[in-house]
């Protein structure tokens, strides 16, 4: 039982090239989230998927795209990147949101730099 | 969205309690309070979920009184490697969630 995968764990990129990022998980949950962590700060939402089939705007979307490939995969795209997108992107997946109550399990991280 | 508010830093010693507070003045009827840890270069790991009054385990307890506007972490008998970023979140309708910039607890020995 793996948990929650993510590739690459390490990219760099120029700005203008495009990338997506992958996650996996194996736990047959519901929900999925994708995070990015500037240093020295939280974690914002950039999007997340509540059930396989549908995606929705996190705090932070712009310059991004997400596809629920199926229930355990949920990729992260970057068409054109941009400096200001290096971070480290962080996947989770968590059971569903149902009636508030959620606990989320989180990938490695992949570490992003844009020049 | 529910927002949160948390110390930025703690210091403290091996062997003793630590005590975070976080407000949350707009939580929602619905909302549940968990709390996550994070280490340097690693995703956060849950630690602790509650709705009212008090919910232990092996690892935490967590305090909420009965107004629900505030909430507290407990770590009992810390250890060097409880070193870490604590963050603390309440649950909003579309998953839209917040960790804030979390509080840093430094255990010295």
């Known amino acids: 039982n793996a948990g929650v995968t993510q590739t690459p764990k390490f990219q760099v990129l120029k700005t203008g090239q495009s990338m997506t990022l992958q996650c996996a998980q194996d736990?047959?949950?519901?929900?999925m989230y994708w995070y990015r962590q500037d240093p020295g700060m939280g974690l914002r939402l950039i999007y997340y998927?509540?059930?396989?089939?549908?995606?929705d705007k996190g705090e932070v979307p712009n310059g991004y795209n997400v596809s629920r490939l199926n229930k355990r995969e949920f990729s992260l795209r970057l068409e054109s990147a941009a400096p200001s997108q290096t971070s480290v992107y962080f996947c989770a997946s968590s059971p569903g949101l149902a009636g508030g109550n959620y606990e989320q399990y989180f990938g490695p991280g992949t570490r992003l730099t844009v020049t | 969205l529910a927002k949160t508010t948390q110390p930025i830093s703690m210091d403290s010693y091996e062997g003793q309690e630590v005590n975070i507070t976080c407000s949350h003045n707009n939580i929602a009827t619905n909302d549940y309070i968990t709390w996550y840890q994070q280490f340097p270069s690693q995703g956060p790991r849950f630690i602790i979920q509650g709705y009212k009054t008090k919910v232990t385990n092996e690892v935490a307890s967590l305090f909420i009184p009965a107004d629900r506007k505030s909430s507290t972490l407990s770590l009992p008998r810390v250890s060097l490697s409880d070193t870490a970023v604590y963050y603390c979140?309440?649950?909003?309708?579309?998953?839209?969630?917040?960790f804030g910039a979390g509080t840093t607890v430094t255990v010295r020995a």
């Open positions: 979140l309440v649950g909003d309708v579309g998953y839209k969630l917040s």
């Open positions: 736990m047959n949950h519901n929900s």
């Open positions: 998927s509540a059930s396989e089939g549908t995606t």
